[in-house]
T-cell receptor, first 115, second 113 residues
Framework: DQQVKQNSPSLSVQEGRISILNCDYT??????FLWYKKYPAEGPTFLIS?????DKNEDGRFTVFLNKSAKHLSLHIVPSQPGDSAVYFC??????????????FGQGTRLTINP | ETGVTQTPRHLVMGMTNKKSLKCEQH?????MYWYKQSAKKPLELMFV???????ENNSVPSRFSPECPNSSHLFLHLHTLQPEDSALYLC????????????FGPGTRLTVT
């Protein structure tokens, strides 16, 4: 069973418009949520995170919204730029021993920004 | 070198070979992770080491054997792999739970023939 789901495998947005990427999760024990961005031939790069006790976190053009009752989070990018074209992964964090954490990832959404 | 490095970047091996993947983090972190990304599947956590002690083993077959000799280095020893083990293997590191972020290396693209 997949605990973190990104139901849209791809999304195409015009440059300058808002990109909205969605993610759903099933486990209420996750205490932090993160978004990663991945370019081909590179590892995932951390983008933005949100604690489970908050409902919004903003960093420049990127805002993450968390709806705990719906077990849903979304990433808003505005305005979208061509350099934002990449695969975006949603991840949920759970505690492990000795200060480590376990990240459970969604399948990813390929975002394409069209000029 | 900065961040998290992985070698080799690409590896082709036969099913009877033995090889090792290497990961090194230059961030002063104390936890390190191995992930596997197969085609059209999400990243799957394989192993977690914190303070050089294994704290998670996600039902990974014994043909994958991790080793963490110190907090900066992590290895994944491979032997008698199957073609379905072909995937991108990613290493990551983190520092306690201060920021919850894990920093990833570029990955090793493994092909088992």
């Amino acid at each position: 069973d997949q605990q973190v789901k990104q139901n849209s495998p791809s999304l195409s947005v015009q440059e300058g418009r808002i990109s909205i990427l969605n993610c759903d999760y099933t486990n209420s024990m996750f205490d932090y949520f993160l978004w990663y961005k991945k370019y081909p031939a590179e590892g995932p790069t951390f983008l933005i995170s949100i604690s489970s006790i908050k409902d919004k976190n903003e960093d420049g053009r990127f805002t993450v919204f968390l709806n705990k009752s719906a077990k849903h989070l979304s990433l808003h990018i505005v305005p979208s730029q061509p350099g934002d074209s990449a695969v975006y992964f949603c991840a949920a964090s759970a505690k492990l021993q000795k200060g480590a954490q376990k990240l459970v990832f969604g399948q990813g959404t390929r975002l394409t920004i069209n000029p | 070198e900065t961040g998290v490095t992985q070698t080799p970047r690409h590896l082709v091996m036969g099913m009877t070979n033995k090889k090792s993947l290497k990961c090194e983090q230059h961030l002063g972190h104390n936890a390190m992770y191995w992930y596997k990304q197969s085609a059209k599947k999400p990243l799957e956590l394989m192993f977690v080491y914190s303070l050089e002690e294994r704290v998670e083993n996600n039902s990974v077959p014994s043909r994958f054997s991790p080793e963490c000799p110190n907090s900066s280095h992590l290895f994944l020893h491979l032997h008698t792999l199957q073609p379905e083990d072909s995937a991108l293997y990613l290493c990551a590191s983190s520092q306690d739970r201060a920021s919850y972020e894990q920093y990833f290396g570029p990955g090793t693209r493994l092909t088992v023939t």
